[in-house]
C-alpha cells in the first residue's frame, strides 16, 4: 500500500473512533466488544474488581473483543497499543500498583482526550497517579519517547488488526520490550486473506475485520521475530449480523481469540509457568476471561 493509501486509511480510522462511533451502541457488528470468550482464570474476579473502578463513561467509551491482562503484575512497566479510552489502562493502573506505570498510546485525538479527562479522577479513586496518554502511531513508538527495552508487558486489545504495517508494529513491539518482557494480544482472525482493497472501506475497517489477521500471515510475522511455535487454545466465532456488512465480507470467517507471546523468560506468575513449561519461549494463545 502506497503513502498516500496509507494516509487515507488512517483518516478514515480516526474519523471512525473519533466522530461516527460515540459509543459501543453505534457499532455495526459484534467483533470490537464480545463477551463471552473465556477459560478458567485465577486473575477474572480480580480483573472484574479493577473493572468497577473505573469511570462508566471510559468504559462506554471502549471498544476491544477481550481483557488480553496477565495475573501478576505489580511494579511493572506496562504499553497499551491502540488505548483508546483507557478502559485496560486504568484497570492496569491497579494491578501494576504504585510501584509500577502505565503508558497507553493511541492515534485518535478524540479517543486520547476522553482518556487524559479522568487521569485526575482515577488518580482521586486509586490514590495515586501512574498512568499516562500519549497521541501517536503504534507503527513509530520512538517520536513518542518510547526507549529500547523499556517495557516488561505490552498489551493490545483489538487494535493491531487496525494497523496497515502489522510487520513494523510487531518490529517495535519487541524494541521496547525487555528481554523477559510480554506481549499478550486478543484480536481478530480470519481464515483467509482479506482482500486488501477491502482495507479502504472506513465501516468493515473501523469493525476490525477488514484488516483481520490471517493465521497463517501471523504465524509467520512472530516466526520472522524469533517466535516459531504457535498455538490457539481458546477462540469464539464472531458473528456478522449487519446485512450491508455481511454482503461485502460475509465470505470469510472471524474468529476472537486471546494470545500471549513472551520475549525470552516469561514473567513470573503461576499461569505463565504452566504455558512456559507447555510450549518454552514459543507463542501460545491462551484465553482470559473478560471483562468487556
Known amino acids: 500500500m502506497d503513502s498516500t493509501s496509507k494516509s487515507r486509511v488512517l483518516g478514515n480510522l480516526r474519523q471512525y473512533y473519533g466522530s461516527t462511533i460515540q459509543s459501543r451502541a453505534d457499532l455495526r457488528t459484534s467483533a470490537c466488544c464480545l463477551t463471552n470468550i473465556s477459560t478458567q482464570s485465577h ?14 463513561h471510559v468504559q462506554e467509551r471502549f471498544y476491544g473483543c477481550g481483557s488480553p491482562i496477565p495475573a501478576v ?17 486504568y484497570v492496569l ?21 476522553v482518556a487524559r479527562s479522568f487521569l485526575d479522577w482515577h488518580a482521586q479513586q486509586f490514590g495515586y497517579a501512574n498512568v499516562e496518554f500519549k497521541l501517536g502511531q503504534m507503527e513509530d513508538l520512538a517520536p513518542l519517547g518510547i526507549a529500547d527495552a523499556s517495557i516488561d508487558l505490552v498489551i493490545s486489545n483489538c487494535v493491531l488488526n487496525l494497523s496497515v504495517d502489522k510487520d513494523r508494529v510487531i518490529q517495535e513491539t519487541f524494541r521496547v520490550l525487555k528481554s523477559g518482557g510480554q506481549l499478550y494480544i486478543s484480536d481478530v482472525f480470519a481464515n483467509r486473506r482479506i482482500p486488501q482493497s477491502l482495507i479502504q472501506d472506513p465501516v468493515l475497517h473501523g469493525e476490525c475485520l477488514a484488516g483481520a489477521w490471517y493465521r497463517e500471515d501471523f504465524r509467520r510475522l512472530l516466526a ?14 464472531i458473528s456478522i449480523g449487519d446485512p450491508d456488512v455481511e454482503e461485502k465480507i460475509g465470505f470469510a470467517t472471524f474468529m476472537a481469540c486471546i494470545g500471549e507471546q513472551s520475549q525470552g523468560t516469561h514473567i513470573a506468575s503461576d499461569s505463565m509457568k504452566i504455558t512456559n513449561s507447555l510450549v518454552g519461549n514459543g507463542f501460545l494463545f491462551a484465553a482470559i476471561q473478560q471483562i468487556c
Open 73 to 89: 503484575l505489580e511494579g511493572l512497566a506496562v504499553l497499551d497499543l491502540g488505548c483508546g479510552s483507557g478502559r485496560d489502562c
Open 224 to 237: 520472522s521475530v524469533g517466535c516459531a511455535d504457535v498455538r490457539m487454545e481458546s477462540q469464539r466465532p
Open 43 to 56: 486473575s477474572a474476579s480480580q480483573l472484574r474488581e479493577a473493572l468497577v473502578r473505573v469511570h462508566p
Open 93 to 113: 493502573s491497579q494491578l501494576v500498583g504504585p510501584r509500577g506505570r502505565v503508558l497507553g498510546v493511541d492515534v485518535s485525538e478524540e479517543q486520547i482526550a
